[in-house]
């Protein structure tokens, strides 16, 4: 039998990973009925499950992003990046669609896949063996860093070997950095989250490449919340409850409406 069901929390935390929980659609609701809630807000959904808006939002902060190009489906337009590149949709995460090309005669194959799942993809340099760094954090009273992840991993992670390889053994492990990249990757990550993921746990990983730092991407709900990066995840979680971002109230007023009767004598 269907109905409603009142529920009575102090404060919702969105876990839903991906498409719906991401994108900005259950913020907007949240939002919308006045629930408080720990996650990322519409703006921040938004730009960060775009990958165009998601390098055009970093650049405008002062994070680096690895040259890009982007392809809508029907352009025929011409790529100018060289061989070996990546092949992503513009709006899908978990490596979902994501094909690496190293040579001319794989291209259409993987465009092929990746237009499957959006009408438009972004194309990125696949660098082997670069150095990925994992950052999860949040803002409190102060930033509340996690440590700094450094991924045990292939080159490239599909969606399976992200989320069906229950196998794995593989633990976290602490990157061990030079004092002043350490601090970099914290620098970018504070550019990055303040203020547009006010009220939210997110995630970003980086590459390094020649000591220069790159935003990789930004998780706004990160797997597991990223709890496995943290000494003490429930105080974290706990304390960003009590720091969720105010929204200024729109009052109704009908002044307007009533100076146009007035006007008009009514």
């Known amino acids: 039998m ?3 069901e009142h529920l009575s929390f102090d404060v919702m935390i ?3 990973h991906g498409r719906d929980g991401e994108d900005g659609k259950l913020s907007s609701l949240l939002d919308f009925f006045a629930i408080p809630y720990i996650g990322p807000r519409i703006e921040g959904s ?3 499950y775009n990958k165009l808006l998601t390098k055009l939002y970093a650049k405008e902060v002062g994070v680096n992003v690895l040259d890009y190009q982007v392809i809508h489906k029907g352009s025929n337009e011409p790529i100018t990046l060289a061989y070996p590149f990546i092949v992503k949709p513009i709006r899908l995460g978990s490596s979902i669609g994501i094909g690496i090309v190293k040579e001319e005669k794989e291209l259409a194959y993987a465009l092929d896949v990746a237009f499957e799942f959006d009408d438009t993809v972004l194309i990125e340099p696949f660098v082997c063996s670069v150095k990925e760094y994992n950052l999860a954090g949040c803002k409190t009273d102060t930033f509340k860093f996690s440590i700094i992840e450094e991924p045990q991993k292939e080159d490239f992670l599909d969606f399976d070997k992200k989320y069906l390889d229950f196998s794995r053994t593989k633990r976290v492990n602490e990157a061990t950095l030079d004092t002043h990249v350490e601090e970099g990757i914290r620098q970018a990550f504070m550019k990055l989250y303040d203020p547009l ?4 746990l997110i995630r970003c990983d980086f590459f390094v490449i020649d000591e220069k730092i790159y935003l990789n991407e930004i998780n706004p709900i990160p797997g597991s919340m990223a709890n496995y990066l943290f000494d003490d995840f429930d105080r974290i979680i706990t304390e960003l409850a009590n720091y969720l971002p105010s929204t200024t109230p729109v009052t109704k007023a009908y002044r307007y409406i009533n ?7 009514k």
């Not at 993921?197 to 939210?200: E, N, V, Y």
């Not at 100076?259 to 004598?265: D, L």
């Open 2 to 4: 269907l109905g409603e």
């Open 14 to 16: 969105n876990l839903v």
């Open 46 to 48: 938004c730009i960060s």
């Open 197 to 200: 993921f006010l009220g939210a």
């Open 259 to 265: 100076s146009i009767q007035a006007a008009k004598g």
